[in-house]
Structure formats: C-alpha cells, structure tokens
Nanobody, 123 residues
Framework: QVQLVESGGGLVQAGESLRLSCAAS????????MGWFRQAPGKEREFVAA???????IYRDSVKGRFTISRDNALNTGYLQMNSLKPEDTAVYYC?????????????????WGQGTQVTVSS
C-alpha cells in the first residue's frame, strides 16, 4: 500500500505559478512511477505528466514548457511546478503512482491515488 497526500493548490491569477507536492508513505516511493493527473468539472480525468524511477519525464502537449515534474526519493515526495498558469488549467490535480518502470499515461494503469488538490486560475 502507498498513501499519497497532495498539497499546494489554490487560487491564482493567469500567468502566476504554483507548486504542488505529493507526499508518499507506505511502500518505497522510489520504486514507483509517479504521475500527475487533473480533472476539470464535467470532464474526464486526464494525464498531465509522469516521471519514472530514475530520470526523464513526459508531459501532455498543453503543459509542455510550463509545467515541470520532479521527485525527491529521499523525502518520498513528488512535485509539479506549474508556471504561466492559464484558466484552462483549472482542475483538481491528483498524484498517482504505478508499479512500473515504463512510462504510462492512462488512469487505469496507476495503482494508488491521492485525494486531489484544487487549482483555480482566474483570468
């Protein structure tokens, strides 16, 4: 079992930044692929970014160049730095982990999820 707790969400204006954190407990965080997803009202949950155990990351096209995913395995914590935020980034953001050494972008491929943190970007 892995427990995940997100934090760092809030209300910001367009163009501002937020950094989300995902604190993990339970099984060894460093063994898992970590991903960030988001879900806007009335929409399906969608992939945002993922980072494997070692290095490298992938992003959905709409956040490339603005968002950066990272992890600190020593602290059992993952991060999502979000810059130049846009109103369309408004959503509940979830972190998730998967028992995988390959990149995955689908909701069903992830094994454990946090409760989510709200990000609201005003225009």
């Amino acid at each position: 079992q892995v427990q995940l707790v997100e934090s760092g969400g809030g209300l910001v204006q367009a163009g501002e930044s937020l950094r989300l954190s995902c604190a993990a407990s339970g099984r060894t965080f460093s063994s898992y692929l970590m991903g960030w997803f988001r879900q806007a009202p009335g929409k399906e949950r969608e992939f945002v970014a993922a980072i494997p155990v070692s290095s490298g990351a992938i992003y959905r096209d709409s956040v490339k160049g603005r968002f950066t995913i990272s992890r600190d395995n020593a602290l059992n914590t993952g991060y999502l730095q979000m810059n130049s935020l846009k109103p369309e980034d408004t959503a509940v953001y979830y972190c998730a982990v998967a028992r995988s050494y390959v990149m995955m972008t689908r909701v069903r491929e992830y094994d454990y999820w946090g409760q989510g943190t709200q990000v609201t970007v005003s225009s």
